[in-house]
Nanobody
Framework: VQLAESGGGLVQAGGSLRLSCTTSQNTFSSFILAWYRQAPGYSGDEREFVATAAMDNYPTYAEFVKGRFTVTRDSAANAVYLQMDELEPEDTAVYYC?????????WGQGTQVIVSS
């Protein structure tokens, strides 16, 4: 399983970013994919769940998302996206996609999101 994240960057509080996670067709069609993040100061496997990209198009979100993030799936691109709006400095983290539940050996490099106040 290979997962590649992209789309991170530096944004001001209140701004938006869209993250992308691309994978193979087999992985996309066979597994539930999800977004996770690792905030500064955490290391190793200390990542928190952000959202799932459920195959039935009923994603689930962590409480802290509060309606600000939206997950979508694109079967033509074998990709899942995380649209993040109303970003807050507390959203600063490295964002990863993985299966749900996450499999430790499938963590990639992630994509860095920095939200300035």
């Amino acid at each position: 399983v290979q997962l590649a994240e992209s789309g991170g960057g530096l944004v001001q509080a209140g701004g938006s970013l869209r993250l992308s996670c691309t994978t193979s067709q087999n992985t996309f069609s066979s597994f539930i994919l999800a977004w996770y993040r690792q905030a500064p100061g955490y290391s190793g496997d200390e990542r928190e769940f952000v959202a799932t990209a459920a195959m039935d198009n009923y994603p689930t979100y962590a409480e802290f998302v509060k309606g600000r993030f939206t997950v979508t799936r694109d079967s033509a691109a074998n990709a899942v996206y995380l649209q993040m709006d109303e970003l807050e400095p507390e959203d600063t983290a490295v964002y990863y996609c993985n299966l749900f539940p996450a499999i430790s050996e499938y963590w990639g490099q992630g994509t860095q999101v920095i939200v300035s106040s």
